[in-house]
């Protein structure tokens, strides 16, 4: 009796308390797919612009993947300076198709945590972390993913940031 009860309970809280319409089974929405050929583990190395204008070499690994069946991104990133962990980040994303853009949650060692988004344009992704500060990550001819920081000094862009990743794992993606 209590095996049966429990079955029923069971059946009733999986089967009935989440409705499952095809909306929520699809997997990748449609915008989010934009984001597939990043997908993977990369590791790169780079520089940026210090606040005294020198160049400072930066070493970094990626790993960027879909969670909750490609309705979730996700990015991880530890960054080296001379051999130490300089920050590490976590970046969640979505695709709001309203809007047709991505929210993303930025967490940081480093940088201001919070919100922030995103959009895709001829195949690069364009964020803004402030209104002075914007960047753009796309994956080139070469199968790198290549990555620049851009500072707005009133009416011209700066470039400050630059990183060219490779994937670790061409099986994976």
Do not use: C
């Not at 976590?90 to 709001?96: F, H, N, V």
């Not at 707005?152 to 630059?162: A, I, K, L, S, T």
């Amino acid at each position: 009796m209590k095996n049966l009860f429990t079955s029923i309970l069971l059946f009733l809280f999986f089967g009935h308390a989440f409705p499952q319409s095809d909306a929520l089974l699809t997997k990748n929405p449609s915008g989010i797919t934009q984001w597939e050929p990043f997908i993977g583990k990369w590791k790169g190395i780079g520089w940026r612009l210090t606040e005294d204008g020198q160049q400072t070499e930066w070493h970094h690994a990626y790993t960027i993947q879909f969670k909750l069946d490609g309705r979730l991104l996700m990015l991880e990133n530890t960054t080296t300076v001379k051999g130490e962990v300089h920050h590490k980040s976590l970046i969640l994303g979505t695709y709001d198709e309203k809007a047709n853009n991505f929210p993303l949650r930025v967490y940081s060692t480093l940088t201001p945590e919070g919100d922030y988004s995103g959009v895709f344009e001829n195949g690069a992704f364009i964020y803004f972390m402030n209104k002075n500060l914007r960047f753009s990550m796309h994956v080139n001819e070469k199968g790198h993913i290549y990555e620049i920081g851009e500072m707005n000094f009133g009416d011209q862009w700066v470039q400050v940031f630059e990183m060219l990743s490779t994937r670790q794992n061409l099986n994976e993606k």
